[in-house]
Structure formats: C-alpha cells, structure tokens
C-alpha cells in the first residue's frame, strides 16, 4: 500500500524511528507534569481547487507561518502532509510544553484559528469560501439575531448527534424548539421548524440546509463520515509510523487516560481549526454568478 503521511517538517524531536519521536516529546512535558493533554494535534485543509498551488514546500511554509501567528512558538513540531482524500491537508503536532517548561495556552484558539485562517487564505490567493458565519453577530438584532442564534446551535448540535430525534433532546436542553410538519392524515413527515422565545420559523427559512430533507441527510452523512474518518485515522497511524521507521518504543508509559502517547499524538479528537478553504455549494454559485453573498466549517 502507497504510503500517504509525508514529514514536511520535523523541529525538536527525531524522526529516525517511532521510539525516538515519542521519547522527544515525552522528554520535554517532564519539564510541566502537571499538564494533563500536553500534546496539540491541529489539522489545516484546502480546497481541491487549489491543489495546483499546493506542493509540499507551499503547505509547509503556510504551516510554519500559522504556527507563528498562533503564537505555538518554541517548542516541538511535527508536521505531515496526509493524502488520503482529494482536498490537500496536513497535520500539525505539538508540544504543548515548550522548550523552556512553560505552557503553550489553548484557550480560544478556534477564535484566533478564524482570523488567522483568513489572513492566510487571503494572503496566499486561496479560495475564500462564504456563507452565514462570516456574519457580524453583534449587530444583529430581534428575529434575524435570533434566527442566526438557530442556526449556529442547530448547525453545531446536528454534527453530535446521530438522528433528528436525538437532536431535537439536545436542542430542548438549550431552550429550542423543534416541531415536526406531518403530511395530512399520515405519519409522514413533510416539514421542520424551529422555535425559541417568540419567535418561530421553518428550518428552510434559517437556511436551506436546516430543511427536513437536507438536515436528516447532513446527520447521515456525518455519522458516516466520522465511521470513516476512525477508519481514516487508524490508517494515518500505521503511515505516520511508516514514515517514522517504526520501531517499539523504550519509553511509552500509560497515561492518566490509559492511552500511550502516541494514541494521544495522533488522537482523532484535535482541533480542527476553521480550515483556510472549505469549497461550498454557496462559492461555486458566486464563483459562476458575481455579487451575493472561511468558511469555516466542514
């Protein structure tokens, strides 16, 4: 089998084989014990339009200059271009204790992710993908803050769940309603709205993709994709260990979570911030049809 993971770049730690990787990042969180997840793992993504521009020096320049303007400075970095899908994207690995013991902090990176992802994009001539989370929130108010309210909860929530039903419980737990419309006379379900305070409005009028039709089949193609993206994962750990010459590790105690530490480098469960492109229905119509209205999500 074709091995998918490239090391683009390597700082602080042996790459000769498996056992020396995980030993370097063991060696340095020693320096802060106390840290309990000492290892960030942050995925960057691009759109398949522009695998042209995209050879394995431009990701790798574009990471570094991410890590700097995340300010994850200083400390040990591994970086590997994946490709096991048709859009171009890398991970990053860090040690979260840095060079000299301290912490590197990771609250409200998602937050910085979103500028930083769009200066990149912008800088580098990526395609910009547009949709409703480039919205300015604060200056929305009464039913158009609320409907925004919706779809921000609604669009978060229905990649947790795995049927409408379980994420009509987890919307009442923040307050919103969700109403089925049935086809007169029958069982069959023909609608959804959405309600919260006084306000109530059909899923497609919040945005198209919140329609009965199309929400019920974003939820099936998310459980889908996670079962792959766990199949996707344990490949990316046997090629990452095949690009590392494996070898059995000298030192790789048990964690407090009962993984050893490379489950935890290579954990499915990183950051995943605002990718720099995510193409959208949404673009390809701009890009066909000028004027109307990073994306961030995926």
């Known amino acids: ?63 570094q200059e991410y890590l700097q ?4 400075l200083d400390t040990q970095v591994l970086i590997v271009r994946h490709q096991d899908k048709g859009h171009p994207h890398l991970h990053i690995i860090y040690n979260r204790v ?26 580098y001539g990526f395609i910009l993908a547009e949709n409703k989370k480039q919205v300015n929130r604060q200056q929305l108010k009464g039913a158009d803050k609320v409907k925004y309210e919706l779809f921000d909860t609604i669009n978060a929530l229905s990649r ?14 923040k307050g919103i309603g969700m109403i089925y419309k049935y086809r007169s006379g029958t069982n069959e379900v023909q609608g959804i709205s959405f309600s919260k305070g006084e306000y109530k409005f059909k899923g497609s009028e919040i945005d198209r993709s919140l329609s009965y039709g199309r929400l019920s089949q974003a939820i099936e193609q998310n459980v889908k994709q996670q079962e792959e993206e766990q199949a996707r994962h344990q490949q990316f750990v046997g090629e990452l260990k095949a690009a590392i010459r494996f070898q059995t590790p000298t030192y790789d105690p048990q964690l407090s979570t009962g993984k050893s530490l490379i489950e935890v480098l290579l954990d499915p469960d990183y950051i995943d911030p605002m990718p720099i492109i995510y193409d959208t229905d949404e673009t390809k119509k701009k890009r066909k049809k000028p004027r109307k209205s990073n994306t961030v999500s995926r």
Do not use: C, Y
Request: proline share 2%.
């Open 1 to 63: 089998m074709r091995n998918e993971a490239t090391i683009l770049d390597a700082d602080g730690i042996r790459i000769d084989n498996i056992a020396h990787t995980i030993n370097d990042f063991n060696m340095q969180r020693k320096m802060n014990p106390n840290l309990g997840q000492a290892v960030g793992h942050i995925a960057l993504s691009w759109s398949e339009n522009d695998k042209e521009k995209l050879n394995d020096d431009v990701m790798k320049t574009v990471a």
């Open 69 to 72: 303007k995340m300010k994850i």
């Open 98 to 123: 840095d060079n000299k013991g301290k912490t590197i902090p990771d609250n409200f990176q998602h937050i910085k992710n979103i500028k930083v992802a769009k200066e990149l994009t912008l800088k």
């Open 160 to 173: 947790q769940v795995k049927t409408l039903d379980e994420l009509k419980q987890e919307l009442a737990k």
